[in-house]
């Protein structure tokens, strides 16, 4: 039985753990020939079966020396920093770093790559977005709730732009997943039991996100099996924006 993936050029940003990682291993078992990117040289080490590169997506040498190197017919932007805070907490540096990590490496990434996508006859970009964006705001998510709707409106012009073309562009918006990211920010609240319980009581489900379970939407929105599918935002956050 053929795999939903079998041999798509898949490039994976953010690789090293958590969403990324998934993603890259699941696509990986689809069939996909897969390049994990990260800066994190010794997680990337752990990863098998699929090429791995170092990769800042805040330098554009890098990305564009990467991208016409490897390609990809699937490109998987999942890099970003959440920042905690309001619009009192968030100075110019903060401002800058998150937007130009969450927001402008995702359009360095998808501009280095959209024209071979166009003269191979199509591709697809599959950006992680988040609920805490122009969906729903969360408390103390100034920057990355920005931050994070703009990817959506990234998502819907390249999606507009590139249909005729063949590229589709589609955004995933996870609500609460357990990842080392969110063990971090948790750790950095000093309580750990009680910002975790805060943590899981957004979602109605009554229980945290898994990253594979991200996964699985990203390697269907990469395949042809969502052919006909652009310019949409998928939720996934077990009920927290539902009511």
Known sequence: MTKRLEGAKVLVTAAAQGIGRAIAERCAGEG???????????ALAELSGMRTAYLDVREKGEIDELVSDCQPS???NCAGFVHHGTILDCDNDDWAFSNDLNVTSTY???RAAIPAMVANGGGSIVNISSVASSIVGAPNRFVYGVTKAAIIGLTKSIAVDFASSGVRCNAICPGTIQTPSLDDRIAAQGDIDTARKAFVARQPMGRLGEAHEVASLAAYLASNEAAFTTGTVHIIDGGWTAG
Do not use: E, G, Q
């Not at 996909?32 to 010794?42: G, S």
């Open 74 to 76: 699937v490109l998987i």
């Open 108 to 110: 360095r990434l998808c």
């Open 32 to 42: 996909a020939i897969v390049t994990a990117t990260d800066i994190n040289r010794d």
